[in-house]
């Protein structure tokens, strides 16, 4: 059986995807973190990967 991946629409700005729900739960514990270092509640899971990879990078 051959998995042929759909064209990618450029003209999209996201994207769905699954997660396990561990690695959700994760994700939102880390995101709780952040609310409180940044004082803000308005912090969405794209704030909460992106700041992990630039973690990960020494970017932050």
């Given amino acids: ?4 991946a759909r064209a990618r629409d450029e003209n999209k700005t ?3 995807i699954a997660l396990k729900l ?4 994760r994700l939102d514990k880390y995101k709780a ?3 409180g270092e940044k ?3 308005n912090v969405s899971f794209d704030d909460v990967i992106i ?3 630039d973690s990960k990078k ?3």
């Fill in 58 to 60: 020494g970017i932050t």
């Fill in 1 to 4: 059986m051959i998995n042929m």
């Fill in 22 to 25: 561990e690695t959700y739960e």
């Fill in 39 to 41: 004082g803000t509640t």
């Fill in 51 to 53: 700041s992990l990879l």
């Fill in 14 to 16: 996201s994207r769905n």
């Fill in 33 to 35: 973190k952040l609310m």
